[in-house]
């Protein structure tokens, strides 16, 4: 039985109990449909369904990481607080984007092709463990309901915007 594609067009899940229109629930839903993809990437034994699933996964980040950059990371920015790591996170987006380039040209099902698919399911792990742990509380700190309510739906929409624009690239 072949997997429905990981659909990270669905609106938020709403497993933390705060309104869907949160960053934070944004956030969240946009990382578990990474995992989604990774997931499915990494039991895809088929090789042209292997490259079909990067795609997935590849659009996936980029779009996430992206939105998150514009809009999240930015307001964190001029931050005082010293647990502010954008750069860092910045850092972090770059290096994954980095590596997708160098699976896309690896041969599926190879030992090169499973180290680097590895190497990026750490990182991803990293950066989502991070972000739930540092990142949220941090944003709770200094943003109100209706200003985290604000950023989820420029979130929204700037995602929406670059999965546009990365679809119609891949087109
Ligand atoms: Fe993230």
């Known amino acids: 039985m ?14 933390a109990g705060g ?22 990437l990494r039991r895809e034994k088929d090789p042209a369904r292997c490259g079909q699933r990067l ?5 996936a980040w980029v779009v996430h990481a992206l939105a998150e950059e514009t809009v999240v ?15 860092e ?17 690896a041969r599926p099902g190879t030992l090169e092709w499973n180290a680097r698919l590895n ?9 989502i463990e991070s972000e739930h742990g540092q990142l949220f509380p941090q944003l709770e700190r200094q943003f109100d309901e209706g200003q985290l309510r ?11 915007k670059l999965l546009l624009l990365e679809r119609a690239k891949a087109a």
């Open 2 to 15: 072949i997997d429905p594609p990981p659909n990270f067009l669905q609106p938020s899940a709403n497993d």
């Open 19 to 40: 309104a869907p229109d949160d960053v934070r629930e944004r956030l969240r839903a946009d990382h578990d449909a990474v995992l989604a993809a990774l997931d499915h």
């Open 55 to 59: 795609r997935e996964l590849r659009t």
């Open 73 to 87: 990371y930015r307001v964190l920015e001029g931050a005082t607080d010293p647990a502010a790591r954008a750069d």
């Open 89 to 105: 996170r910045f850092i972090e987006h770059e290096v994954v984007g980095h590596l997708f380039e160098k699976l896309a040209a």
């Open 119 to 127: 190497v990026i399911r750490d990182l991803i792990a990293r950066h």
């Open 150 to 160: 604000e950023l989820g739906e420029r979130f929204r929409l700037a995602r929406d």
